[in-house]
């Protein structure tokens, strides 16, 4: 039950725009300043794009709006909607597409001003009835019920998802885009104010402006783009909820079907990647996802973090530019993790590069831990 074209599409172009705070630029703007850059990244112009996907937090027709301000008529609108995972979910849909000669060049963008617009974390509205008398902070009540629920079960620390913090930001200071910077410390991390308990402020991802794109082509005309090409061997996607009081439970994602099915697809195993990308919007989340996809056995995912394991210079790098924690988190971070997936095995991170990388697993989460996107990006030599 594959089905997946493996190594029949590749990324031809990655960028990201305005990390940070941009006063005066809508989410459009932004996502459109970022599709420039990568489609100069692949040597193309918006003209040459004939598949449209992308999803704005302020803009429920982005898709006819994206078009309109590129000035192109594409065969293919896209603005499929899971929160943070959608960006991995258009990945596979544009290779499934292109692959099936409905178009050429698929571009992928997100933008977003939350923090010039809004400044703070919003609030989703239409509260679930059956949470909403407790008025849960959310998004992050959801999580933290999660990360208490996996203490419980399995004795994971605060000071062990405070390494996860910790090793983002040791992987931001390497990153000069990143918006966070500067020492880190378990200390400083477990010493900071409560959210919502057990996760205190540095639990939390930032609030950020920020875009990224991909471009997505045939791997029979990516040569045409780039020297070096991101294969996508495998693309898979699972939900087990919505709403966190109806997950299963709290400490299985449904990254415990999309890792494996991305696996399988691609051909590899979990010993052969070389840089992990998790969409970290809390640091309970790299927890429950490195045990899900098969990196450590469930209940071991704390410990995984400890003694720099995930750190610069460790031995499974995880989120190696700073992660939603200390880089960007502009509402949704999901196209991040495939843009900094796509310059890790091409060889231009700087000073964040892993050393040889060919082989980069790209995660992304929706809702309350509810849509999650796995996919497996390798270089030529992969194939």
């Known amino acids: 039950m594959n089905g997946f074209p493996r190594g029949k599409t590749a990324i031809t172009g990655a960028a990201t725009f305005g990390i940070g705070r941009n006063p005066g630029l809508s989410s459009m703007d932004i996502a459109v300043n970022a599709s420039i850059r990568a489609l100069r990244d692949a040597g ?4 040459d794009v004939d598949a449209l996907f992308i999803c704005l937090p302020d803009n429920f027709l982005s898709g006819l709006t994206f078009a309109e301000y590129l000035g192109i008529q594409p065969k293919i609108t896209e603005n499929n909607r899971t929160g943070g995972s959608a960006f991995l979910t258009h990945l596979q849909s544009a290779c499934l597409a292109l692959d099936a000669g409905l178009c050429d060049v698929a571009l992928i963008a997100y933008g977003s001003n939350q923090l ?3 400044g703070k974390l919003v609030t989703p509205s239409g509260a679930d009835p059956y949470e909403g008398p407790y ?3 959310l998004p992050v009540s959801a999580y933290a019920l999660a990360a208490a629920r996996h203490m419980h079960e399995y004795g994971t620390t605060a000071e062990q998802l405070a390494e996860v913090a910790v090793s983002a930001r040791q992987w931001a200071n390497l990153n000069p885009d990143a918006h966070m910077q500067g020492e880190l ?3 400083d991390v477990l010493q900071a104010r409560r959210v919502s308990t057990p ?8 609030v950020t402006d920020g875009g990224a794109a991909i471009v997505v082509t045939r791997a029979d005309r990516a040569k045409d783009h780039t020297s070096k090409p991101a294969y996508v061997l495998g693309a898979a996607a699972a939900t087990f909820h919505h709403n966190i009081s109806q997950m299963p439970d709290l400490t299985v994602t449904a990254a415990s079907e999309s890792g494996p099915a991305a696996f399988a697809q691609a051909g590899v195993g979990t010993k052969d990647i070389d840089v992990v990308e998790l969409y970290d919007a809390f640091t309970i989340n790299p927890v429950l996802f490195m045990e899900d996809l098969g990196f450590c ?12 394991h995930t750190a610069p210079g460790g031995a499974q790098p995880v989120n190696t530019n700073g992660g939603g924690l200390s880089c960007v988190h502009p509402g949704m971070y999901g196209l991040f993790t495939l843009v900094e997936a796509v310059q890790q ?7 964040r590069q892993v050393e040889g990388a060919k082989l980069a697993l790209a995660h992304g989460s929706g809702g309350y831990l509810s849509s999650q996107v796995t996919a497996i990006l390798g270089t030529e030599e992969t194939l």
């Open 44 to 47: 193309i112009t918006p003209g």
């Open 116 to 118: 010039s617009g809004a």
């Open 135 to 137: 008025r849960p902070r």
């Open 185 to 187: 410390t378990v200390d």
């Open 199 to 206: 996760l205190g402020v540095r639990d939390c991802c930032l």
């Open 297 to 308: 056995a469930k209940g071991e995912g704390g410990a995984f973090f400890e003694n720099g």
């Open 345 to 351: 095995i091409t060889g231009v991170a700087g000073a």
